[in-house]
């Protein structure tokens, strides 16, 4: 999260030529390895070095682009640091290494704030409509989500958000302080446009980021974008372009308080009990669970059952946002990422003949797809904080009225790590190298 600028003797030539892969992405785990593969020598000291740079659209090879990915988890944590750590020592790849950790902290944290995102979403209409009523509001958040503003590079980066579902990081941090800080627009609505945009968009980084840039996370910490930071980190996407040209002159000069609209109970830590690891009991597990489906939902296509299930389902996509749809290309990568992991769990039980549901289907079809196969029992990866849990809280009432029971699974690495995301980063980040050796991806 910390920047770091880049020295003035960096060879031009070494970063100004970074190569990303084809975009967007196929949503695939194949694809995703292959990324993976890709960029894993990158990721050391050339990241370290590097990864701060937005080198513009088409040019993000400094960094991994692994987002995407990891965001439903067609590759999870443990595939990307094993592979990394291969390839590098842990002080090589600290900086890449804690990236990630960083996505499992916002997680974390999130979890164990269960109110805050379902309270944040209760009051976006409001919000959406009280900036609606308000005439200056309205005409800036209309030129801010159509890239129309008084600030050519800002609405630069909403172009290429919109036509490309992806943002640099440091892209991400100087959007949302123009945003709040320059534009004075609500973080929420900001959050909410980033959400519907980005391939990545993920509930816990997503919102807790926008938090963060705005000073809400850490009290009286906020992100202010400067002109010389941006012409430092971005200088290859300017184009040697004025400050004038940029509109890098606009921007605002100090943060501000922001208020808080968020219920203290919302912001209050919940004690969580963290689900129990699966049991290896082969014998008594069917005696105990019955016949039982794998619903496949997109929080985590990977995820396997210790146990071969009787049958293999998926959850259609969880619309992100209350008051608008998401993006096509977010649309069609989260549908393509759910048929990827359907097929490739129908292929790994097709010897088992299990009966399989293609495509993935909505509440009501799942429920009597599941009452068809005389399912008593259904089984998914834990479902973080988010659209699809809401959605699983209502089927698993549902489903009771039927006799069928759904319980959710933890991976162990979120056993592992979530419960340590309670208070800042660094109380997390000191124990990377505790969790590798777990892990034992630890040298
Ligand atoms: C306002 C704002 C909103 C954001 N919204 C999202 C979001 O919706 N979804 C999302 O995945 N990330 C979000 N991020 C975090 C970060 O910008 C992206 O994860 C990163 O840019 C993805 O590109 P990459 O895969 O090339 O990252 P790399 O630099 O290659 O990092 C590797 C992996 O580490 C994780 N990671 C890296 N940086 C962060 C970070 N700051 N926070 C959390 N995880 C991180 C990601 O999973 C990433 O794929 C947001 C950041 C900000 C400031």
Redesign the pocket.
Same mark, same amino acid.
């Given at each position: 999260?910390q920047q770091m600028s880049l020295g003035a003797s960096e060879p031009a030539s070494s970063w100004y030529e970074a190569v990303q892969p084809a975009w967007p992405p196929q949503a695939t785990r194949a694809q995703g390895l292959e990324q993976l593969a890709a960029f894993s020598s990158k990721a050391g000291r050339a990241y370290q070095t590097h990864?701060n740079s937005d080198l513009g659209s088409g040019r993000?090879g400094h @960094?991994?682009? *692994?987002?995407p990915f990891?965001?439903h988890r067609l590759i999870d944590e443990n595939d990307v640091l094993s592979r990394v750590l291969a390839e590098h020592s842990q002080s090589e790849a600290f900086k890449?290494v804690q990236?990630?950790f960083?996505?499992s902290y916002?997680k974390g944290w999130l979890e164990q704030r269960r109110l805050l995102w379902p309270e944040y979403q209760q009051q976006l209409p409001r919000i959406f409509q009280r900036a609606t009523q308000n005439r200056r509001e309205s005409n800036d958040y209309t030129a801010a989500v159509n890239g129309a503003t008084h600030i050519p590079v800002f609405n630069e980066w909403c172009e290429e958000l919109i036509r490309t579902g992806y943002l640099?990081?440091h892209a991400?941090?100087w959007f949302?302080s123009i945003w709040i800080f320059t534009l004075k627009l609500p973080w929420q609505l900001g959050a909410d446009f980033? @959400?519907r945009h *980005?391939i990545?968009?993920?509930p816990a980084?997503?919102t807790l980021?926008?938090r963060?840039?705005a000073g809400l996370h850490t009290a009286g910490k906020s992100y202010l974008a400067t002109a010389k930071n941006i012409r430092t980190c971005a200088q290859a996407r300017l184009a040697g372009r004025s400050d004038h040209e940029l509109g890098l002159n606009k921007l605002a000069t100090a943060t501000f308080n922001l208020p808080e609209h968020l219920s203290a109970k919302a912001l209050q830590k919940t004690e969580i009990r963290w689900p129990a690891p699966e049991t290896a009991d082969v014998t008594g597990y069917r005696e105990n669970h019955g016949r039982t489906a794998l619903l496949l939902t997109e929080e985590d296509l990977s995820w396997m059952p210790s146990q071969q299930p009787q049958g293999v389902v998926a959850l259609s996509a969880s619309p992100r946002s209350v008051i608008a749809s998401s993006s096509r290309l977010v649309s069609r990568f989260t549908e393509s990422a759910i048929h990827d992991g359907l097929q490739r769990f129908t292929r790994h039980y097709a010897a088992a003949g299990l009966p399989c549901a293609e495509p993935a289907l909505d509440d009501e079809t799942l429920v009597q797809w599941l009452v068809e196969h005389r399912m008593d029992a259904v089984v998914c990866a834990y479902a973080p904080i988010g659209p699809t849990r809401l959605r699983l809280r209502a089927l698993r009432n549902r489903l009771a009225c039927k006799g069928i029971s759904l319980r959710m699974q933890m991976r162990d690495y979120d056993r592992l790590v979530w419960p340590h995301a309670s208070r800042g980063f660094f109380q997390l980040g000191k124990r990377i190298p505790e969790f590798l050796d777990i892990m034992r991806l630890g040298v």
């Open positions: 999260m990864r993000h @960094v991994s682009l *692994l987002s990891l965001r890449f990236e990630v960083w996505r916002w640099h990081n991400r941090m949302a980033f @959400v *980005l990545d968009g993920d980084s997503n980021g926008w963060w840039v």
